[in-house]
């Protein structure tokens, strides 16, 4: 019996001791030497990830690692569902770029900052195929305590079939500058937007500025938006351009606040400022929505009984009688315009309008 007990102590001696190494490995500041793919780990001389600034290191980052991708303007390249790790750093001191392909999966537990601090850049592409997950905020232009305004710069590109889901805030452009081009789609579930403000409020703008360009069938999906008749979501000098099928959407009704917003021109359409439409229309695909019409009622349940594998019946016996709806805004489309002739040719087509008359009225006497 004493000797069991001697071992089940030591077994657990021998977790403790894991545990406490698990842990002083996930406080480590983990630094990309030179560029290339995200899986490789250096040696203190090869390219790939190691203990900040220039050790070598033990593995990719995990969880409680900081990553940081800034070694004199190198790209680091991910293409497969890599572990989460806490945050990632593009741009910190060093530029740095940061290329997310088709495949890759980059999960952050915190932040992610494109554009750190100092006089530098960060750079970072989403392509098709690839999503970037970010547990809290998504920085772009962040910009450090040292710094004046538009020292930074954070660059971020969200392409055609890649995805970006944020979890908190947005603050982009808060010290330094951002560029956000969103052809893909950017997902905020929480948290609130903020261009130029670290707070989206007037006494969170630190000087930055932000451009958000909304690109032909790209979506941008927020969560929130300020609300109190001042437009300080969005800073003096930031605003959001949505272009060809671009759109930008918000939860509920706030057809009211983005009408503020349009006529303070913040909202730009197709480079024109406050040349959008702004609508409320229905969510459709909601939970109990199985016909994805917006609406939860009895068609669905008839959807339901046709194939249950639709979804589930308790979700529409939630939602019943309920109506999702959402705010888009939209580029607006542009007016046709008939040509206006000048003075000269209006004055030849009065001429020769006047000489067939006369010719019309000859011939039929």
């Known amino acids: 019996m004493k000797r069991t007990n001697n071992v089940c102590v030591l077994a657990v001696l021998v977790v403790a001791v894991l545990t406490m190494a698990s842990q002083s490995r996930a406080q480590q500041t983990l630094r990309y030497r030179t560029?290339?793919?995200?899986?490789?780990?250096?040696?203190?001389?090869?390219?790939?990830?190691?203990?900040?600034?220039?050790?070598?290191?033990?593995?990719v980052p995990v969880a409680g690692d900081e990553a940081r991708v800034n070694w004199a303007g190198s790209t680091v390249t991910l293409d497969y569902a890599a572990p989460a790790f806490e945050r990632l750093l593009i741009g910190v001191?060093?530029?740095?770029?940061?290329?997310?392909?088709?495949?890759?999966?980059?999960?952050a537990i915190q932040d992610?900052?494109?554009?750190?601090?100092n006089f530098t850049e960060g750079y970072m592409d989403v392509n098709d195929g690839a999503t970037v997950d970010v547990g809290r905020i998504l920085w772009v232009g962040k910009g450090g305590p040292n710094d004046g305004p538009g020292d930074t710069l954070g660059y971020l590109n969200i392409n055609s079939g890649g995805v970006v889901n944020v979890a908190n805030h947005l603050w982009w452009?808060?010290?330094?500058?951002?560029?956000?081009?969103?052809?893909?789609?950017?997902?905020?579930t929480g948290g609130i937007l903020g261009l130029g403000t670290i707070n989206a409020l007037d006494s969170g703008a630190q000087g930055g500025t932000a451009v958000v360009n909304i690109l032909d069938g790209g979506l941008m999906a927020l969560n929130n938006i300020h609300a109190g008749g001042t437009q300080s979501s969005i800073q003096p000098g930031s605003y959001i351009d949505i272009s060809g099928s671009g759109q930008l959407t918000l939860p509920g009704d706030f057809v009211g606040v983005l009408e503020g917003y349009r006529d303070a021109s913040k909202l730009y359409g197709n480079g024109v400022p406050g040349a959008v439409d702004i609508a409320l229309s229905p969510v459709v695909g909601g939970p109990g929505d199985f016909n994805?019409?917006?609406?939860?009622d009895g068609a669905d349940f008839l959807e339901w009984q046709r194939d249950t594998n639709v979804?589930?019946?308790?979700?529409?016996?939630?939602?019943?009688?309920?109506?999702?709806?959402?705010?888009?805004?939209?580029?607006m489309s542009a007016p046709i315009i008939a040509a206006v002739p000048e003075p000269g040719a209006l004055t030849l087509m009065l001429t020769s309008a006047l000489a067939l008359s006369g010719f019309r009225r000859r011939s039929f006497r």
């Open 112 to 117: 992610v900052v494109v554009g750190n601090n």
């Open 93 to 107: 001191d060093e530029a740095g770029t940061m290329e997310v392909n088709g495949g890759g999966v980059l999960s």
């Open 173 to 188: 452009g808060v010290k330094g500058t951002a560029e956000v081009n969103i052809s893909g789609t950017l997902n905020q």
């Open 35 to 59: 560029g290339g793919a995200w899986e490789n780990v250096s040696d203190g001389i090869t390219p790939g990830w190691g203990v900040n600034p220039d050790q070598p290191g033990s593995s």
């Open 311 to 331: 979804g589930a019946l308790a979700d529409w016996q939630t939602n019943y009688g309920t109506t999702g709806m959402q705010t888009v805004v939209t580029a």
């Open 292 to 296: 994805d019409d917006g609406v939860v």
